[in-house]
């Protein structure tokens, strides 16, 4: 029978990821959405640490970064409408006081540095070859930060340029961490500054790159999930897409997911990632009326799920969990009016 749409085969992965395994997201806002599905299954996951990053320009800076363990200092940052922020990070690293957002920030570099020293995959999502570079410096930044245009100097990295400096930073991150695999994507998330030629021009600059990037180091080391085509060749449909008609729907979301879950993360791990879904959705569940027999015992069977996984699995912690659900039933068992 006719599918009326084509599938994307996706290749067979020689590794698995999983519980017990670690795993970096760096890259676009696409990074977000698969990372933080890992992240709130408890996966042991470091996403963004330096906020969402467009251009690889921009993931690599911020990858040499993390190897050097490098330490901001006050030099670092600029004063722009009463906050100081840092080139190289997203304005949730930004506020009024500067020894705030030097914390922020060193604290979080601190951790990183050693969490891709020793994580399984480094999970990598181009955005747009367009980059923002610093007129005075020649500085690639992540975020502009509202500071004028006429600061800036906007081009479009070329294949080469991507190539040459992802060679030199995956032989520097193998030179640290010998056992991470690399997966590269590129975001389904349309740039639409420079229209629809620029916007191609821009994903197939990034297409092209990652393909001889994968060329020069071969399937055992790195590799690529085609999130991109499974959006263009496979959904195809606006239907997929947020009111913005530039970002993805939910739906969409959820079924690049069961792709990259399938492709990526052993069975063992899937299956517990459905049941730690289901406690997520009762943590986050909040009744019209909580006073009731029937969400009494929803809580206590909720918490006894999340002891028994909890205790049985030490990669997993469900703390939060156990303790929200201890509480609520505390409060409502304290109620003798109980109805249902």
Known sequence: MNEFRTIVGIPDFPWKNGYG??????????????????????????????????N???????????????????????????????FNHHSRFSSANMEETLGKINNRIKFSAAFIKTADFLFITFGTAWVYELKDS????????????????????SVDEIVQEY???????????ANIKVIFTVSPIRHWKDGAMGNQLSK?????????????????????FPSFEIVMDELRDYRFYAEDMFHLSKTANDYIWE????????????????????????????????HTKEHLRF???????????????????????????????????GNTNLSG
């Open 167 to 177: 060679c030199r930073l995956l032989e520097d991150i193998w030179g640290i961490n």
């Open 259 to 290: 792709r990259f879950e399938a492709a990526l993360i052993d069975k063992e791990s899937q299956e517990m990632g459905a049941e730690i879904a289901k406690i997520r959705k009762a943590f986050s569940h909040r009744p019209f009326n909580p």
């Open 138 to 157: 020649g500085e690639i930044v992540s975020n502009c930060h509202k500071i004028p245009a006429k600061k800036f100097r906007r081009y479009r990295l």
């Open 204 to 224: 197939a600059t990034l297409l092209l790159a990652v393909n001889r990037i994968i060329e020069v180091f071969g399937a055992g080391t790195c590799g690529y």
């Open 21 to 54: 395994k670690s795993s970096v997201f760096m890259g676009s806002c696409f990074t977000e959405n698969i990372g933080g599905r890992m992240q709130d299954q408890k996966y042991n996951v470091d996403l963004n640490p330096f906020g969402i990053l467009y």
């Open 56 to 86: 690889p320009a921009s993931v690599a800076n911020s990858i040499r970064i993390l190897l050097e363990g490098k330490v901001f200092s006050s030099g670092n940052l600029v004063m722009n409408d009463g906050l100081w922020h840092s």
């Open 299 to 333: 809580l206590y069977i909720s918490m006894e799920k999340a002891r028994e996984l909890d205790s049985c699995h030490p990669y997993i912690n469900l703390k939060l969990e156990i303790d929200y659900f201890n509480e609520q039933i505390e409060e409502i068992s």
